[in-house]
């Protein structure tokens, strides 16, 4: 089993910026691929960004050049930079892990974290 742990959520005025982590722990070897998922009131649970276990990253346009997904390995750590938040980035943001290299569906995760909440205020 992998328990992930995220940290860094709160609120923030429009425009400002965030740095969420996830820390796993367990049986990390099985970890490959990791993601960012958010999922707001009334809303579907959607990929904010994903890595592989090579490093390769995928963001939706929503995001894409305003969020960043890292990983330390050393750390067992993944990081999501959120830079330029609006209101519609308002969200419960929750860590994955896979055990897949590469995982673009959410049915790909194997592993949740419980989830840190983000408000931007406008």
């Known amino acids: 089993q992998v328990q992930l742990v995220e940290s860094g959520g709160g609120l923030v005025q429009s425009g400002g910026s965030l740095r969420l982590s996830c820390a796993a722990s367990?049986?990390?070897?099985?970890?490959?691929?990791m993601g960012w998922y958010r999922q707001a009131p009334g809303k579907q649970r959607e990929l904010v960004a994903g890595?592989?276990?090579?490093?390769?990253?995928n963001y939706p346009d929503s995001v894409k050049g305003r969020f960043t997904i890292s990983r330390d390995n050393a750390k067992n750590t993944v990081y999501l930079q959120m830079n330029s938040l609006n209101s519609d980035d308002t969200a419960k943001y929750s860590c994955?892990?896979?055990?897949?290299?590469?995982?673009?569906?959410?049915?790909?995760?194997?592993?949740w974290g419980q989830g840190t909440q983000v408000t931007v205020s406008s």
């Open positions: 994955a892990a896979a055990r897949e290299r590469v995982a673009n569906t959410a049915r790909l995760y194997d592993y």
């Open positions: 367990g049986s990390i070897f099985s970890i490959n691929a």
């Open positions: 890595i592989t276990s090579g490093g390769s990253t």
